[in-house]
């Protein structure tokens, strides 16, 4: 008998969903819905990059957070573009989201891009080593290589080091054998995500990194079931909104022996991160086809057309929450409305927004005006509710 089959008997490398409760199964029935759109829906190069970098940003800083990385979202966005500068002090932080940006990348060619091999257990160190190149950690730790002592994480035990080894092949070996039933490889395939989450924290074979390694092998199998890069990021998001409840859930997972809990719990955040990231996909299509609009209406007919038409786009993008902007402030509002009203009378910007609220392009009340954008939500096909209102 080894070491853990005494100490951490729930390692039995099984995959029991029976008790697996109505409502969860529902929901695993919504996330195949909202990938298959999120999935089929076509975006414009711009919306798409725009949301790959968003989903990019939060994903990494999440799993980097989770482990105490202070950078903020818009931090992380603009150290993606290159263009953050950090003092030497806290350069550390920017490397930690450049070696988690490195190893979801490989993943991405090694599922997406190239044949989506078995899981190894030299991918995992390769994971790992990378996930902390460059980093300080503590004496002993070796990046990539399998520890050979003892660690407690909060109150719970890692597996006994010298089975280590064996367990990780013995966790590769299990998830590479699990078959999916037909019809429902995304469902079960996001279930087998959470599973080999679960199943690697709590055997935590490496020295430091066990976390970050674990939500990145969670990302593969995530991008294995179907998901969307842009998707595939939002499970180790939820999980850093909702920190307390991770650790809570892990620890009660270690403590009851069983996976039901962390399954339950991470579906139903799987699912309203989901349905979050839809109305922003919605959103980016409305500006879209807000943007086509006002080009339909307003064309390149002339230099005063095309100064009404950048007023209706830059109101767009701009407001309170509403959307709301005083009229006083639309000659300094944007770089390209200061300098095409820079040498225009009030009576010229008077004329556009008559003209533009004549075509119902823009809204204005009380000194304040903001684009019409609701406008085309009349375009949306009737439904039953709406009538009844």
């Known amino acids: ?143 990539g290589g399998i520890r050979d002592y003892s660690v407690v994480v909060g109150r719970y035990r890692g597996a006994p080091a010298e089975d280590c080894d064996y367990l990780l092949s013995r966790f590769c070996e299990w998830l590479n054998a699990l078959e999916c039933p037909k019809g429902m490889e995304a469902v079960y395939s996001i279930i087998i995500a959470i599973a080999a989450h679960l199943y690697f924290v709590w055997i935590h074979p490496f020295g430091d990194g066990n976390g970050r390694t674990a939500r990145l092998i969670e990302f593969r199998y995530l991008l294995q079931a179907g998901l969307p890069t842009p998707a595939a990021h939002l499970l180790s998001n939820f999980y850093n909104q909702t920190r307390s409840e991770y650790y809570r859930q892990l620890d009660t997972a270690s403590r009851k022996s069983s996976m039901d809990g962390f399954i339950i719990y991470s579906v139903s955040g799987l699912v309203d991160q989901l349905h979050d990231q839809m109305r922003v996909i919605r959103q980016l299509h409305l500006d879209t086809v807000w943007k086509d609009f006002v080009y339909s209406k307003i064309g390149q007919h002339s230099t005063t057309r095309a100064r009404q038409r950048k007023l209706v786009l830059d109101l767009s993008r701009v407001g309170d929450n509403e959307g709301w902007v005083d009229v006083s402030a639309i000659p300094h509002l944007t770089p390209r409305l200061a300098e095409e009203y820079a040498t225009r009378t009030r009576k010229t910007l008077t004329r556009d927004l008559n003209l533009l609220e004549q075509e119902q392009l823009i809204k204005r009340i009380n000194g304040r005006v903001k684009a019409n954008k609701g406008i085309i939500l009349a375009f949306l096909p009737r439904r039953a509710e709406q009538e009844k209102k």
């Open 1 to 143: 008998m080894r070491t853990y089959e005494r100490t951490h008997p729930w390692l039995s490398f099984e995959l029991d969903l029976r008790s697996i409760d109505y409502a969860t199964w529902v929901k695993l029935g919504e996330a195949k819905a909202d990938i298959t759109y999120i999935g089929g829906v076509p975006l414009t190069p711009e919306a798409a990059r725009y949301l790959h970098q968003v989903y990019l940003a939060k994903g990494v800083l999440a799993t980097t957070a989770i482990e105490g990385n202070t950078l903020s979202e818009d931090e992380v966005l603009k150290h993606l573009e290159g263009e953050l500068h950090l003092p030497p002090s806290r350069e550390y932080l920017a490397q930690e989201i450049d070696n988690i940006v490195e190893v979801c990348n490989l993943i991405g060619e090694e599922v997406i891009e190239g044949e989506s091999l078995p899981l190894t257990p030299g991918m995992i160190k390769e994971y790992n080593r990378l996930a902390l190149r460059n980093l300080p950690f503590e004496e002993g730790v070796v990046p």
